[in-house]
């Protein structure tokens, strides 16, 4: 596939990109404003869910990887099997280190740090939630944060693929070993779900657009032409996705707002702790940042409709543990945001892919 000489990274953020925290304000002024004022709103698109994900946010997020997978070679996956340094990143951060950091971190800041502020119990709820979060990497946007960096599409379907093959197995003895729960239930209907909303569907939506269009109009048509249809599709996802996701949570936001910046502190750390580590390790490996970007980005969001499901399934609906779960929607998509251009701003660190679609390591 041939590459376009036009920066992804620039047709994908332009202003949006340039002014992030005036965008996110008020994605959260707007969310919160019609969930306060036009509740019939969230009132209604709630109740499009199933197996606690949400319908409509899944149509958003559905649109802005959709882009993403037009652009992988299929041919590039296997090769992309073969070099092990950014799957190795990947997987050892997600697992050997990011559910212990979240553990620890939100037991100094939630049982300690805080305690004058938190009653004990409450607390221990607080840790469970977070430890929830930091035992599901994400499966879903992480798509979206690795098209925003210009991650290397292929590679990071395989990062993906793979952390989704390993949650299967590691999900629940993690969380039984760090909060001593032995009934842990996984709605397998919320990851089934999402991977086929998330990754199947657009997958093969994209490899249908794909192979078709280049047969009919020629490589150079769909790069150039075709692809860049879709420039704008992504930002505006996102900001949507912004806005519903805030007009859900609004009576949350102001019934709690103490104990939600509280919860916020060890995540908003966690996450910038887990990319740290992460990306470190790709740049001294000298990893591509196609790779090295996307790597760094999986471990630090989460699989939060999971850890939703999850938290509610174990201590109900109005426990603390969703309630941190909660917050971990709030904080996510700004704090990623943040990631994505701090990785973009570090390109020159890393060593270039030699091509567009075969990642060098």
């Excluded at 939630?129 to 979206?144: D, E, K, S």
């Excluded at 760090?178 to 996984?186: A, E, M, R, T, Y």
């Excluded at 009576?251 to 910046?261: A, K, R, S, Y």
């Excluded at 850890?307 to 704090?335: K, R």
């Amino acid at each position: 596939m041939t590459e376009s000489k036009k920066p992804q990274t620039g047709d994908a953020l332009g202003v949006f990109g340039r002014y992030l925290t005036v965008w996110v304000a008020l994605c959260i002024v707007v969310g919160v404003a019609i969930g306060q004022f036009l509740p019939v709103i969230p009132e209604t698109l709630s109740r499009f869910e199933y197996a606690q994900v949400s319908i409509p946010v899944a149509i958003l997020i559905w649109l802005m990887i959709y882009p993403m997978m037009l652009k992988i070679d299929f041919s590039s996956i296997v090769r992309a099997l073969k070099m092990p340094k950014g799957l190795t990143v990947t997987c050892v951060t997600n697992w050997l280190i990011k559910p212990f950091t979240m553990f620890f971190l939100a037991w100094v800041f939630l049982a300690v740090v805080f305690r004058p502020l938190i009653p004990e119990a409450l607390a221990n709820e607080y840790i469970a939630g977070a430890v929830l979060l930091g035992a599901a990497p994400c499966t879903a946007m992480v798509f979206v944060w690795s098209h925003l960096t210009k991650g290397n599409p292929a590679y990071t379907l395989v990062q993906v693929a793979v952390n989704n093959i390993i949650l299967l197995f590691a999900f629940t003895p993690i969380v039984v070993f760090l909060l001593g729960i032995s009934d842990v239930f996984v709605p397998y209907d919320t990851l089934l779900l999402s991977v086929g909303l998330f990754i199947v569907v657009p997958l093969v939506a994209g490899w249908i657009s794909r192979t078709q269009i280049i047969k009919r109009k020629g490589i150079e048509f769909f790069d150039n032409v075709f692809v860049k249809k879709f420039d704008g599709v992504t930002t505006v996802g996102l900001l949507l996705t912004l806005i519903i996701l805030f007009s859900f949570q609004g009576d949350v936001i102001l019934g709690n707002p103490l104990h939600i910046v509280l919860i916020a502190v060890p995540l908003v750390i966690q996450t910038f702790l887990i990319f740290t580590i992460a990306y470190g390790w790709a740049k001294a490996w000298k990893i591509p940042h196609d790779v090295a970007a996307p790597a760094a980005l999986i471990g630090a969001s989460n699989f939060f409709e999971l850890a939703v499901a999850v938290a509610i399934s174990l201590f109900g609906l109005t426990s603390g543990a969703a309630l941190a779960t909660v917050v971990g929607v709030l904080v996510e998509v700004p704090v990623m945001l943040t990631l994505v251009k701090i990785a973009n701003k570090t390109r020159r660190w890393f060593p270039r892919a030699e091509s567009a679609t075969v990642p060098a390591e």
